[in-house]
């Protein structure tokens, strides 16, 4: 994929950024700015700052700043050496009903379900990556929740000479099983550093989600390689968690919205109610 002006998803939130109180009787209304405002001016200058500012920006939502951006798998510092390739490989001795063949697919596959991989959650939906920021923060013990916004395509430039998204058309020229074992052999894979992709597998939740990856090759995070102009952080006070959480579930972001199915309607229908 190449880049383009991308879609209108992340502009949406900025309906965030004030109430509309309606006086009885007067037919006026107030738009009264809360104080989280500087929160959308911050994602503007973030957008601005990498080049995103008409679109094909990607975020990352993190409940607690201080948490780097590193994929699940290199957070385990004392994994065994065998650890990923046998994570793959039982995965999918065992598994029961899916036809995959593709080792990337594979690996998409099993980051959704919850493996540790060397993928990285990203979504092109601002609203989700607030969401996800806001949804698990605590008020005391941890740090503020951030988002990040990441021009993807400035990072595939930087580290692949291309500027383009690696997808199921545009694919990476290698195999991810085949580089995991080659790395257990201490050959480093291929793009050492982080590198953006679309799902090359796929089901309603991740659409719902609009989720996309960075694939990291090394242990360094991504916030470690990259500047500013690539990737930014904006914080979320923590005073203003509790109101941007309501207005999200007064615009229809919620369990539902992003998760789909059963567990997601469980999940809206147990906040709304005793939450």
Not at 54 to 69: C, E, M, P, T, V
């Amino acid at each position: 994929m190449v880049p383009g002006l991308g879609s209108n998803q992340d502009f949406q939130v900025h309906d965030l950024a004030c109430y509309q109180l309606h006086h009885p009787g007067s037919g006026n209304i107030e738009v009264v700015p809360l104080p989280f405002n500087d929160f959308f001016a911050a994602i503007q200058n973030a957008r601005h700052r990498t080049g995103t500012e008409r679109g094909g920006a990607w975020y990352r939502g993190i409940s607690d700043g201080r948490h780097r951006l590193l994929p699940s798998l290199l957070r385990h510092k004392n994994r065994h050496a065998d650890a990923e390739i046998n994570m793959f490989a039982e995965f999918w001795t065992m598994i029961e009903g899916e036809s995959i063949d593709n080792s990337w697919e594979r690996l998409s596959f099993m980051q959704h379900y919850g493996v540790p991989t060397r993928l990285l959650d990203w979504t092109t939906d601002l609203n989700a990556a607030v969401y996800f920021a806001t949804s698990a923060s605590e008020k005391t013990g941890t740090g503020d929740p951030w988002i990040w916004v990441l021009n993807p395509y400035k990072l595939n430039e930087l580290f692949c000479n291309e500027r383009i998204i690696f997808d199921t058309v545009d694919r990476l020229n290698f195999d991810y099983y085949e580089a995991a074992k080659a790395s257990r052999r201490g050959t480093s894979f291929p793009n050492e550093q982080p590198i953006a992709m679309r799902p090359m597998w796929s089901n309603p939740r991740i659409r719902l989600q609009s989720g996309c990856f960075t694939f990291h090759g090394c242990e360094r995070p991504l916030d470690e390689v990259v500047n500013s102009r690539i990737a930014k952080r904006v914080p979320i006070p923590h005073s203003a968690v509790r109101t941007m959480r309501r207005k999200l579930i007064d615009e229809g972001i919620n369990p539902f919205r992003l998760f789909g199915g059963v567990e997601g309607l469980a999940t809206h229908i147990r906040r709304s109610h005793l939450e």
